[in-house]
């Protein structure tokens, strides 16, 4: 039986993204974190942070330098989420926000990994796609 336990992302500073991603979730870094290795728990699942020495910033979305992931983050509100990861570090690189208030926006960290913050409660997906909810 597989059971999904880490994911890793490479990256030159564990503990200052480790930092980032720690405010972005509201997260405690887990004890015994180092320069070589910091997390994050979720549960079962760690968001883990790897030292790598000759790290290379993805580029999104240029494809020479591909990103190789992404994190979705579910959230009621973009607005504040918005305002608050920004004034992290994160930059905001393209919105998908529809008139209806759903969708999404791409950002990225301090060293450059995409990661979305989302509004899809309460869409329906089908064949055809999303449906979305009417605004209140």
Not at 27 to 38: F, L, M, Q, T, V
Not at 90 to 116: E, K, M, S
Request: net charge negative; aromatic share 12%.
């Amino acid at each position: 039986m597989l059971r999904l336990t880490d994911f890793i992302i490479d990256c030159p500073d564990t503990m200052k993204l480790a930092a980032f991603y720690s405010e972005v979730t509201g997260r405690p870094i887990k004890e015994g974190s180092s320069e070589d290795w910091a997390g994050i728990q979720f549960g079962e699942i760690e968001l883990a942070f790897i030292r790598v020495d000759d790290y290379r910033a993805p580029q999104w979305p240029d494809s020479e330098h591909p990103k190789q992931f992404h994190l979705d983050f579910e959230v009621d509100e973009i607005e504040s989420e918005q305002r608050r990861i920004l004034d992290l570090g994160a930059t905001l690189r393209q919105d998908f926000i529809g008139p209806n208030g759903y969708g999404w926006q791409v950002y990225t960290d301090p060293i450059g990994h995409p990661f979305c913050l989302c509004r899809n409660k309460g869409v329906i997906w089908t064949d055809q796609g999303p449906m979305w909810p009417k605004r209140d």
